[in-house]
C-alpha cells in the first residue's frame, strides 16, 4: 500500500458554505497530515462550489478536488458514492475522514464495502500510531458506556467518520497556498436510483441547538408537554436553545429535532443545564462536549452528577421556578 | 404484495444501568451482566413495525432474519409474535469474530437465498456496537439503492416513498423497489405482540442455516472477512467533581445555584 498517501477529507456544504464539521476535519486531518509528513486534501462536491477552495485551503488544505455537476447539487447515495468511488480511485490517498451527519453515515459505510476497505462509524479521536504509522481509530460503544479503538491494517483508504465538535478547526489564515484541482464527474444518470421530491425543515424558531452557547435540557422526569413550558421561560431568560433526551420526544412532548443524543443531536455549549436528566449513557454521547453541565435532579445517585460541574439535588418543580427567578434577578430582567 | 426481508439482532438489554456494564479488557470483549435480559436491538424493532405497517396496509410477507449465537428463542421470536410471518436463524462459528462487513456479507448471502424480496428493512444501528453499517452493507452486496434512517416508509403506487431524517427535519424519497431500509426510532413506538400472536409463533418452525446453506465464501466471513481490527476495549474513566449546592429547601438551593453560576461567570 505503499503508493496510497495523504489525508483526504470530504467536504460538505451547507447553505453555500462549509459545514463547521468540514472545518473541524481539516483541523482534525491537519495534525494526522503533519505526523505522517503527507499532504492534506478536501474533496468539494456539488452545484457551483469551486469558489469554497480558497477557503478550504485557509482552513489547512493543501489541496481541494473540485468535482462541480448540477447532478451533485442534493446529496444523494448513488451519485455521491459514484463520485467519491471515482476520486479515491485516482488520487489514492492513505486516509479518507468524513463527518458524522446525515450525509456521512449514509456515504461512508456503502463506500468503505464498494472500496473493499473499513470504516469506523462515529469516532471521538483519530491518532497516529509511531510505531506502526496507522491511524488509531476511537469510538464509543455501548451507548457510550464503552470506547474501542481500531485499525485497518491491511486494505486502503483507512476510513472513519467523525463525530461533530470531536476535533477543532484551525483559526482562519488566508494567506495559506494551496493548489486546486477540477475532476469530473463523470456521472451518469441513470444510475442514480433515488429521487427526492421534497425536503421538509422542521426546524424549531429560535437559537439552533447545536450552535448555541447555552442549552436548558429537560429529560424523562419532566413527566408533560407542559412542562417543557417552564424550560422554555427559563431558555429565553438564559437566551438559550431547548433540547430532550429521547424519552420526551418519543412521547411527543417535543419534537424529535430537539432530541440531544447519540442518534440526536450532538451539543457543545459552554452552559448546559440538565432537568429531570438521568444521565444515560446514550444522552450522554450527545452533550458530554458540554464545557460545564449543571444537573438538576431528584435522584442523588443520578448518572447525571458523575458528568456534571455542579448540582442540586430537588424537585425540579420546586428548583426549576426558583432558578429561573434568581437568574433572571441576576441578569437584571 | 410486497415480500420483507426485516433483518434482526439479539443483544444485551442497552436500557441495563450503565453501572452493571463491565468489559474484559484483555480479551477485548463485554462480560455479559448477571440478569441483564436480551432484547431485540430497538431499532430493529422499529424496522419490524415498519414492515408490519405496510402489511397493515398492502398485504405481503414479512421474513426474518437474525444472524447470532446464543438465541433465546422467546426474545428473536418476538417479531413474529408482533405480526412478521416467518423467522430464520443464522449460526455458524464461521460468522464468529465477524465486523460489519463480514456481517453484511452473510445476510446478504441470506437474502439471495431467500430469493424473493421487494424490502428489506433493518435498524439504523444495533444498540450495542452503534456502527450503523450492516444495512448499507447489505445493499452494497445486492447492488440494490438503500435509504438509510428513515422515519416512515410507505408503498404508493408500487413505488416505496421514504422519509429520511436530516438534520433540519427530512427528505422524502421516491425510489422503486427492491430497496434496502434503516429504520430510525422517529417512526414511533414498535407495536405490542398480542397473546393470539405469541402463541402462533411459538408453534412455528424456526430453521437454522449454516454458513454452508448460503453458499458463503469463507474467506469473506467472520474473522477472516472483516477488514478492521479491534486493538483495545476499555471503560472511559469517568472524573466525579459535582459540586452540590445545598439549601434550606429546594427554593434557596435553586438560588443558590444561580448564584454560584453568576460567580463564576457562567451567566
Not at chain 1, 61 to 75: G, R, W
Not at chain 1, 164 to 188: H, N, Q, T
Not at chain 2, 158 to 167: D, F, I, L, P
Request: hydrophobic share 45%; net charge negative.
Amino acid at each position: 500500500m505503499a503508493e496510497n498517501k495523504g489525508v483526504m477529507v470530504c467536504g460538505e456544504i451547507i447553505e453555500g458554505k462549509l459545514s463547521s464539521i468540514t472545518t473541524e476535519l481539516l483541523g482534525g486531518g491537519r495534525g494526522l497530515a503533519d505526523a505522517l509528513g503527507e499532504e492534506l486534501s478536501l474533496v468539494l462536491m456539488g452545484s457551483g462550489v469551486g469558489h469554497l477552495a480558497s477557503e478550504a485551503i485557509a482552513f489547512g488544505a493543501d489541496k481541494v478536488f473540485v468535482v462541480d455537476d448540477p447532478l451533485l447539487k442534493d446529496y444523494q447515495t448513488d451519485s455521491y458514492v459514484a463520485v467519491m468511488e471515482k476520486v479515491v480511485k485516482q488520487v489514492s490517498p492513505n486516509i479518507l475522514l468524513l463527518g458524522q451527519t446525515a450525509m456521512g453515515r449514509d456515504l461512508a459505510p456503502r463506500l468503505a464495502f464498494r472500496l473493499d476497505t473499513a470504516v469506523s462509524m462515529d469516532c471521538v479521536e483519530l491518532s497516529i500510531d509511531p510505531e506502526s504509522k496507522l491511524m488509531l481509530q476511537t469510538r464509543p460503544v455501548y451507548g457510550g458506556n464503552a470506547r474501542a479503538i481500531y485499525a485497518c491494517e491491511e486494505t486502503r483508504p483507512q476510513m472513519a467518520t467523525v463525530r461533530s465538535k470531536a476535533m477543532d478547526p484551525l483559526e482562519r489564515d488566508d494567506s495559506r497556498k494551496g493548489e486546486v484541482v477540477s475532476i469530473e464527474s463523470g456521472l451518469d444518470p441513470s444510475l442514480i436510483r433515488t429521487k427526492v421530491v421534497e425536503k421538509v425543515k422542521e426546524e424549531v424558531a429560535g437559537i439552533k441547538l447545536e450552535d448555541a452557547e447555552v442549552v436548558v435540557t429537560g429529560g424523562r422526569g419532566m413527566g408533560s408537554a407542559e412542562a417543557f413550558q417552564e424550560l422554555e421561560a427559563l431558555a429565553k431568560v438564559l437566551g438559550a436553545a431547548v433540547g430532550a433526551t429521547r424519552p420526551p420526544c418519543d412521547n411527543g412532548w417535543v419534537p424529535s429535532s430537539l432530541q440531544v443524543g447519540l442518534t440526536g443531536k450532538i451539543v457543545g455549549p459552554t452552559l448546559y443545564i440538565a432537568v429531570a436528566v438521568s444521565g444515560s449513557s446514550q444522552h450522554m454521547a450527545g452533550c458530554s462536549g458540554s464545557k460545564n453541565i449543571i444537573a438538576i435532579n431528584k435522584d442523588a445517585e443520578a448518572n447525571i452528577f458523575k458528568e456534571a460541574r455542579f448540582g442540586v439535588v430537588g424537585d425540579y418543580k420546586k428548583v426549576l421556578p426558583a432558578f429561573t427567578a434568581k437568574v433572571k434577578e441576576l441578569l437584571g430582567g | 404484495m410486497p415480500n420483507m426481508i426485516v433483518c434482526v439482532k439479539q443483544i444485551a438489554d442497552p436500557e441495563a444501568p450503565a453501572g452493571s456494564f463491565r468489559v474484559d479488557e484483555a480479551a477485548r470483549k463485554v462480560i455479559p451482566a448477571s440478569g441483564v435480559s436480551q432484547v431485540v436491538s430497538p431499532f430493529d424493532e422499529q424496522a419490524v413495525e415498519a414492515a408490519l405497517r405496510i402489511k397493515d396496509a398492502q398485504g405481503g410477507k414479512i421474513t426474518v432474519l437474525s444472524l447470532g449465537k446464543d438465541f433465546v428463542m422467546d426474545v428473536i421470536r418476538k417479531p413474529m409474535a408482533m405480526g412478521a410471518d416467518e423467522l430464520i436463524l443464522l449460526q455458524d462459528p464461521a460468522f464468529e469474530g465477524a465486523d460489519s462487513r463480514s456481517i453484511a456479507y452473510a445476510l446478504a448471502m441470506a437474502i439471495k437465498k431467500i430469493g424473493e424480496y421487494d424490502l428489506i428493512f433493518c435498524g439504523r444501528q444495533a444498540a450495542d456496537w452503534d456502527a450503523g453499517q450492516v444495512g448499507s452493507g447489505i445493499a452494497e452486496f445486492l447492488g440494490i439503492p438503500s435509504v438509510t434512517v428513515a422515519k416512515k416508509v410507505e408503498l404508493v403506487d408500487g413505488n416505496v416513498r421514504v422519509e429520511r431524517v436530516v438534520t433540519d427535519g427530512y427528505e422524502v424519497i421516491e425510489v422503486s423497489p427492491p430497496l434496502l431500509i434503516t429504520v430510525s426510532n422517529e417512526l414511533g413506538e414498535p407495536r405490542y405482540p398480542k397473546l393470539k400472536g405469541i402463541m402462533a409463533a411459538a408453534r412455528k418452525e424456526v430453521p437454522t442455516w449454516t454458513a454452508e446453506d448460503i453458499g458463503a465464501e469463507p474467506s469473506k466471513l467472520g474473522a477472516a472477512g472483516a477488514r478492521i481490527k479491534l486493538l483495545k476495549l476499555f471503560i472511559p474513566v469517568r472524573e466525579a467533581k459535582c459540586e452540590i449546592i445545598e439549601g434550606e429547601n429546594p427554593e434557596e438551593a435553586a438560588a443558590n445555584l444561580a448564584l454560584k453560576l453568576r460567580e463564576v461567570k457562567l451567566i
